[in-house]
């Protein structure tokens, strides 16, 4: 009987056992499904924003490119310049018309454009050449290379 008693006893420790680790068991599984759902739906919403943000990028390169055809660029093509960065144009308002004898050398004027579409802001680059040419901190340098045979 006694041993009836322990045979009993190890197998209900098992059957308990097995059926406790069986319910534990199914609740990781199931948080861990829940995770790789998460995770899924984690990721297809950084690829959603990162072709998003790769849309506007790119965007805002063409319109830099296309500024000087668009209705809204006040100067003649021929006048600006494009540099990209850190900003996009220097303009020379009134050169090609002074180049061409139609205009004065007084007429001409230098004029930094920034093309920005969309929300975009001015960087803090940016701002800091608009501050300085507010603050009358602009030049004009010529500087010779000599080459000696």
Do not use: W
């Amino acid at each position: 009987m006694l041993i009836g008693a322990c045979i009993g006893i190890v197998l209900t420790t098992i059957v308990l056992s097995s059926t406790r680790n069986g319910k534990i068991k199914a609740e990781y599984e199931q948080y861990i499904a829940e995770l790789e759902l998460e995770h899924q739906q984690t990721l297809a919403s950084a690829q959603k924003r990162s072709v998003n943000t790769s849309r506007a990028v790119l965007k805002g390169k063409m319109a830099e490119q296309l500024a000087p055809i668009m209705p809204e660029f006040r100067y003649l093509p021929s006048d600006a310049k494009f540099l990209g960065d850190p900003i996009d144009y220097v303009v020379f308002d009134g050169y090609t018309d002074f180049r061409d004898g139609e205009g004065l050398a007084e007429d001409i004027e230098v004029v930094l454009i920034d093309i920005k579409s969309g929300g975009a802001r001015l960087t803090k680059g940016q701002q800091a050449i608009a501050q300085a040419i507010q603050d009358g901190r602009v030049r004009f340098e010529t500087i010779r290379i000599d080459f000696e045979d």
